[in-house]
């Protein structure tokens, strides 16, 4: 007979669409979950978690402990129809009255280490990412509301402690980039949106497919192609007269929806992403997916070198750890043209392949921050041509 965990761990259709949770948001509902124990001194059966995309969902708090000062539980991370190693992982919190006023965060036992710059983090911090950091702060200050009259006051008194855990973590995190990058000694919290999406498999492919063809049925012939869900709000800021139906988030599958905007007649597209993406697009990848497909530094370092960067900025990127230690090394630096090259060679790329399909496109690629600033944007003739004919 199964545990009741193993009860809680539902089963993964490879070729299934059904959505799962982050460790960001199991990170999140085990720490106000653990909370609001705390101060009412009574465990609830569930808890209703808030996701940085606005939705909520309702999670079951397990392994629960309570005590005077303390209180920790664990959720049962599950991860859809991904394949995502940390599917059915526990994803714990403790949260712990202190006499320092406000809200601390902090990493425990299964929780990587930042060793090395480039992620977003600093050296040393918990490998805890910032949106789900904000995601599992805004869910503790949620609980405090529920308890207390005035949650500001006791935070400026007194505060708590919140420390996230993944027990099997540093196992895991072998099966992950993570040492690659310098994460040591267990896994990220991540999530951008709150929730897993099934990129990787034949259905999410075919609903980009579908995707795009309801947006040419509603005869739109431009399109705008962004790579995830902060990458398409950033896109409806900079194409804000199309309507709603006329951005696509693609995922990883760049070549597959190019190819069906050249099939259903779409006569512009705009390619809106983030730096990994375009890096791997101007490597000519039209799946981007970081499964078996790591960013090449050298790839980086030569395009630096054409772009005439100085030998230092050369070698530091050689050596760089992620895309995003690239694009800060660039910034660090002063320069903008590497970045202005890269996000010249995705749009041949982008060119290159929809020239094999035996078409053309307008294209126009755009590399945005992770601020939603606009870092470099390339447009080809016939991109250039049917705007300079828009504003006539």
Known sequence: MGTYRDELVLPRNRKGLRTGYTTGTNAAAAAKAATLALFTGAWSPTVTVSLPNGETTTMTPLHVQLHAETASCCMIKDGGDDPDVTHGALICARVTKTATAGLTLTGGVGVGRVTLPGLGLPVGEAAINPVPRQQILANVQAALAQVLPDPQAYLAQQGLEIEISVPDGERIAQKTLNPRLGIVGGISILGTSGKVYPYSTAAWRASVVKAVEVATYQQLDQLVLATGARSEAY???????????????????????????????????????????????????????????PVDMAFMAEVCRQAGAPEELITAVANANTARHMLELCQAAGTSAPLERLVTLALEQCERFVAKLGGSLALDVILVDFDGRVLARQRNARAITMQQEQEL
């Not at 800021?237 to 099939?263: D, R």
């Not at 000519?284 to 970081?290: C, D, E, K, L, S």
Request: net charge positive; charged share 10%.
């Open 235 to 293: 896109a409806m800021q900079l194409f804000p007269n199309l309507p709603p139906i006329a951005f696509v988030e693609i995922s990883v599958f760049t070549g597959a929806a190019l190819k069906t905007c050249l099939t259903h007649g779409v006569k512009y597209v705009a390619l809106v992403a983030m730096i990994s993406r375009i890096v791997k697009t101007a490597q000519g990848r039209m799946v981007t997916h970081v499964a078996g497909n």
